[in-house]
């Protein structure tokens, strides 16, 4: 069964910076043969991906919203993925998520959701 879990979230200032960590495991396959995604999730908002990334890590797409702040990455070998996130403002406040799919095509989320990290920007 796939387990994940997110670290790496605080609270911090307005154009402040952090970098989130999704620690994955119980893939029946090579973790490189998954496409994984950051979701966040405000109150009393549905759940939003927020970036994705390709199994291989060469191809990765963001929302409009995080363009140019937030760079999604993984370590195929640590079955790690990452969010770095900068110039961060009040409206990315949030719980942070990661899931993913097989394949390298991104079809939403297939994997149970760990607990998540939470993400406050405020000053």
């Not at 069964?1 to 910076?17: A, I, T």
């Not at 029946?28 to 759940?47: D, L, T």
């Not at 994705?52 to 409009?64: C, Y």
């Amino acid at each position: 069964q796939v387990k994940l879990v997110e670290s790496g979230g605080g609270l911090v200032q307005p154009g402040g910076s952090l970098r989130l960590s999704c620690a994955a495991s119980g893939f029946i396959f090579s973790f490189s043969n998954y496409a994984m995604s950051w979701y966040r999730q405000a109150p009393g908002k549905e759940r939003e991906l927020v970036a994705f990334i390709t199994g291989a890590g060469r191809s990765t797409n963001r929302a409009d919203s995080v363009q140019d702040r937030f760079t999604i990455s993984r370590d195929n070998a640590k079955n790690m993925v990452y969010l770095q996130m900068h110039s961060l403002k009040p409206e990315d406040t949030a719980t942070y998520y990661c899931n993913g799919n097989s394949g390298d095509d991104y079809t939403g989320p297939r994997f149970a959701w760990g607990q998540g990290t939470q993400v406050t920007v405020s000053s």
